[in-house]
């Protein structure tokens, strides 16, 4: 919610936008966290757990980037159709 504040977005569409994103965003990340944490501790040697989780953390953040910004890049597309 502090992201769409920051953007100056209404009360209402933050809420949509929470409601409507919240649980798949959770769902994935109960997905792939714990996968890529057991695998870490138990396969990776210390010294390459940090660069384990951080290249995940890349693609992790990439999704929730676009997750945040979906409905962005939807008017976007429909703006140029017109």
Known sequence: WMIGVLE????Q????????????TLYTNWMIWPAVN???FRYVPLDRRVLVVNTVALGWN??????Q??????VTRE???L
């Open 69 to 74: 910004h979906h409905d962005q890049h939807e």
């Open 38 to 40: 057991f695998v870490n």
């Open 8 to 11: 100056g977005h209404s009360w």
């Open 62 to 67: 990439t999704f929730l980037s676009s997750v």
């Open 13 to 24: 569409r933050i809420r949509t936008k929470i409601d409507d994103e919240y649980w798949r």
């Open 79 to 81: 703006s140029k159709l």
